[in-house]
Nanobody, 125 residues
Framework: QVQLVESGGGLVQAGGSLRLSCAAS????????MGWFRQAPEKEREFVAA????????YYADSVKGRFAISRDDAKNTVYLQMNSLKPEDTAIYYC??????????????????WGQGTQVTVSS
């Protein structure tokens, strides 16, 4: 079984930065894609960013492009989400997810196999 544990959330003022971490533990696994999703109150979970294992390609939602950056450290089994120029509308619970099955889709939550418990990010205006 694989466990994903997020950390790094918190309260920040608009324009500030946070870095989220997602550490994977448990049985050795080779992921296809690691992704970040978020869910704001009374809204559906939405894609934020993803990184592909085989070539390191990264993908972003339009709403975060240019402000957020996803990266990985495979030696530490950890994925990061650097969030800059935060806005109040970025307030949400952020979830890390791993897709271990093959395929190209990276932005649909139903294709991911493992999920973390989430970390709260609150951006004040």
């Amino acid at each position: 079984q694989v466990q994903l544990v997020e950390s790094g959330g918190g309260l920040v003022q608009a324009g500030g930065s946070l870095r989220l971490s997602c550490a994977a533990s448990g049985r050795t696994f080779s992921y296809n894609v690691m992704g970040w999703f978020r869910q704001a109150p009374e809204k559906e979970r939405e894609f934020v960013a993803a990184i592909r294992r085989n070539n390191g390609n990264t993908y972003y939602a339009d709403s975060v492009k240019g402000r957020f950056a996803i990266s990985r450290d495979d030696a530490k089994n950890t994925v990061y989400l650097q969030m800059n120029s935060l806005k109040p509308e970025d307030t949400a619970i952020y979830y890390c997810a791993a897709r271990v099955t093959m395929g190209w889709t990276y932005d649909l939550s139903r294709y991911y196999n493992y999920w973390g418990q989430g970390t709260q990010v609150t951006v004040s205006s």
